[in-house]
């Protein structure tokens, strides 16, 4: 249905504008029955429908209908599977539209920059390549069902403390390199009805009223076309906010917002247009949904069994020394701690979902396996209890096999505060400890929305990260543990082997203003970029079957940044089982153009192969792929000379190798001045014959003058050198070293600038 936006905003009063610029509680937007405006809800959803009543409230204390709990984000980007996230998209716009919701609050795409961020768990990865696909694709499965999504939280939101006042103080390469690119993706694969913006400043600017933030770069960058509705209290000063391009305040203000608005237009200080572009791009979404609002048939039984999937496919098998598994019905296997009863699936806060039903490891595994178990552990606390103790060695002793159910209980990461460390809770270190040192036939599954610390690493056979696996993540489990299904999920964040190791270690948290001092280097760019051990990288996932690399093709190795590549590599299963893996591509920048990571991934694809099967796959490459972000163009810039495609198995697996060599049209801007240093003049191809004269000179009078300054310039400048010695020498210094006068210098530049 067609409806003139326009003049709809035009029959409205003032007062009815403002009003639709926030909420009429805490989920629903205003209407206005004579104008045929409707009223809408919104509902939490990054993996899961959580509706409240008109009573709720934004974390979740009180109950909200059953629903169906899906992954988190913390497992379900270890899938590296666009297929099944935009799936599991659709499936959850299904029941918005089953359950009259009209935007989805989600998916949350904040970059994990540290292992202690409290919400983590609701977050994809520490790449943005990855989290900006996965998300995209989620986006494009619930607006399938022209049912909107939110994403968040919008931007440099990376931790919890003082998460409503805090400064995120980052440069802006770092924003567009690391924080921005998932959201940006978003955008242009998918258009996102709406956005959520952060609660925290950024650079001292508040997310809620940072123009730059919301209009140049959202809107004037990017082309997004939605609305921009606040997290739940951000808004500080509501008419800059609007004036910045945040369209809608929630929850409700209770008027009090509303009338500023209105006051700020009445006084001048606030152009009734902009108020009117808000409203339209408001009106725009809500017709959106409800032109196709319709009943929807779904049962969550069904959906049920999708999450069972989705989890299966993420999950990720990180150690199966000696094959200890899949587990056989014959072996006698002891399932150790709490969680294998009474599984964490879910994290704290406001994506809490009320789950209609779920499932445990304990109760689905094979009906003729041989199981005991013992508690050992609380799932709940860290209490180190001796007779649950002692019941859980006498059955270890008696297994062929043990499995360790750890994690981390609800109390040790959520919403609302941040992790104060990355160990596990000491009565299950402990425990574990005292296991294997009767049973060294010994599994771990790992309960948890971010990496911890694992002292007893090395001396377990089994470790498989569950992380947060939904409702029906114990199935999931023991499916896996019995070689039901094939894992095949991939780490999507780097697990370090101790807290200190991570990039942000001494910058983390803890302080109004929160410098991300390691700039770009974050997750594996960090590790990998430094060759520091961790405990499993970026992107590591075994299978229970093999896979082999081999003839990688790369269609253009002389490309220009306007050009396309395409690269393809076959894959082979090698083993004796059914599996999938996951090809990652990476790309080196060798230019030396400026300081960058080791390695950043800029493809991936995964593939289902058979027994012995081959299968070509195809990635594609463009200059993003190659480039870096250039403060001083505004812009991506890929700079001429040698890449590396690299493609692995993991960020520390490279298989192949193949290079490429970049012919850039594009140049920077060179602008010289009295403090331009030699060593910028030699770097640029135009000044460096200009540089080597004015380096000669400069030599010739740090030797005595120029009775032997031919001479000394011919046997000692060389290119090595003279790279080493002037590199930092300023132009203005060779008043004082080299005898130019202020006025020659002048000229200088003046020549320089005009051959730039």
């Known amino acids: 249905m067609e409806h003139d936006l326009k003049k709809i905003v035009g029959q409205m009063t003032l007062e009815e504008k403002a009003g639709m610029c926030s909420g009429l509680d805490f989920w629903h937007l205003k209407h206005v029955d004579r104008l045929g405006i409707p009223e809408v809800m919104v509902s939490d959803g990054p993996h899961g429908l959580r509706k409240q009543d008109d009573k709720g409230d ?44 009209s935007v989805v609050l989600g998916p949350a795409v904040n970059i994990k920059r540290s292992p202690l961020c409290g919400r983590n768990f609701e977050y994809y990865s520490e790449d943005p390549y990855l989290a900006g696909e996965i998300a995209a694709a989620f986006v494009n499965g619930v607006q399938s069902q022209h049912v909107g999504t939110s994403i968040k939280h919008f931007a440099a939101n990376n931790q919890e403390y003082h998460r409503m006042s805090n400064s995120s103080d980052v440069d802006e390469r770092t924003l567009r390199e690391i924080y921005f690119p998932a959201f940006e993706t978003a955008v242009k694969k998918a258009q996102p009805y709406t956005f959520m913006c952060s609660y925290n400043q950024i650079n001292g600017t508040f997310a809620s009223e940072n123009k730059w933030l919301l209009t140049d770069v959202l809107r004037g960058d990017w082309g997004f076309k939605g609305y921009v509705m606040s997290d739940w209290g951000a808004v500080n000063d509501r008419v800059k906010g609007l ?126 396996a041989q199981v005991i178990y013992a508690e050992g552990f609380p799932a709940d606390k860290d209490l180190y209890d001796d007779a649950l103790a002692a019941e859980a060695i006498k059955a270890t002793k008696e297994a062929d096999k043990v499995v360790i159910f750890a994690g981390l209980p609800d109390s040790f990461e959520s919403e609302g505060y941040d992790r104060s460390h990355m160990r596990l809770p000491e009565c299950q270190n402990r425990l574990i400890t005292e296991i294997l040192k009767v049973q060294p036939n010994a599994v771990v599954v790992l309960h948890n929305g971010s990496p911890v610390e694992m002292p007893w690493l090395s001396d377990v056979k089994g470790l498989l990260e569950a992380y947060l696996g939904g409702q029906a993540g114990g199935a999931a489990v023991a499916n896996i543990l019995y070689g039901k299904v094939n894992p095949s999920g991939k780490l999507a964040e780097t697990i370090p082997l101790k807290l200190s190791d991570n990039p942000s270690y001494l910058n983390f948290g803890g302080d109004e203003n929160v410098e991300y001092r390691e700039g770009v280097f974050v997750g594996y760019r960090y590790y990998d970029t430094k060759e520091m051990n961790v405990a499993y990288p970026f992107g590591y996932g075994l299978s229970y079957t093999t896979f082999t690399y081999s003839n990688l093709q790369i269609s253009n190795e002389n490309p220009t940044e306007k050009d396309t590549l395409t690269v393809s590599v076959d894959v082979t299963n090698t083993g004796t089982v059914a ?24 493809g991936f694809e995964k593939v289902s192969l058979n027994p012995g099967e081959t299968k070509t796959v195809t990635l594609k490459l463009d200059k993003r792929s190659f480039a870096w972000y250039n403060t001083t163009l505004h812009d991506w810039f890929a700079a001429s000379g040698e890449y590396k495609i690299l493609i692995g198995a993991s960020s520390r697996d490279i298989c192949l190798e193949g290079t490429v060599h970049m012919n850039s049209i594009q140049e920077i801007p060179m602008h010289v001045h009295m403090n331009t240093t030699l060593g910028e003049l030699f770097r640029n191809p135009k000044t460096s014959a200009t540089a080597k004269e004015l380096t000669s000179a400069y030599l010739s009078a740090m030797n005595g003058g120029e009775e032997n300054a031919s001479e000394a310039a011919s046997e000692a400048v060389t290119e090595e050198m003279t790279q080493a010695m002037t590199d930092s020498m300023p132009l203005r210094a060779l008043m004082s070293f080299g005898g130019f006068s202020r006025e020659k210098l002048v000229e200088i530049i003046e020549k320089l600038n005009s051959l730039v």
Do not use: W
């Open 58 to 101: 934004h974390l979740g204390m009180n109950d909200s209908i059953k629903a169906v709990c899906f992954p988190p984000a913390a497992l379900s980007a270890c899938s590296f599977d666009r297929k099944l996230m935009e799936e599991m998209g659709k499936t959850i716009g299904k029941e918005a539209q089953a359950n009259d919701v």
């Open 579 to 602: 599996g999938k893996e996951v090809v990652q591509l990476y790309v080196k920048d060798c230019t030396g153009s400026a300081i960058r990571p080791e390695k950043e991934l800029k």
């Open 243 to 368: 004036e910045a391009g945040l369209e809608l305040e929630m929850p409700s203000s209770g008027g009090a917002n509303d009338a500023l608005i209105v006051q700020a237009v009445k006084d001048g200080t606030l152009k009734e247009e902009v108020l009117d572009q808000a409203v339209e791009r408001i009106l725009r979404i809500i017709f959106e949904y409800a032109d196709h609002h319709a009943p929807q048939e779904f049962t969550m039984e069904e959906d049920h069994e999708e999450a069972r999937r989705i989890a299966e496919e993420s999950m990720v098998l990180l150690k199966n020394n000696d094959q200890i598994l899949p587990l056989k019905t014959s072996e006698k296997v002891a399932f150790i701690g709490g969680f294998a009863k009474k599984p964490r699936f879910q994290g704290g806060g406001s994506s809490h979902i009320n789950c209609f039903k779920i499932t445990n490891a304990l109760d689905s595994v094979p009906s003729d």
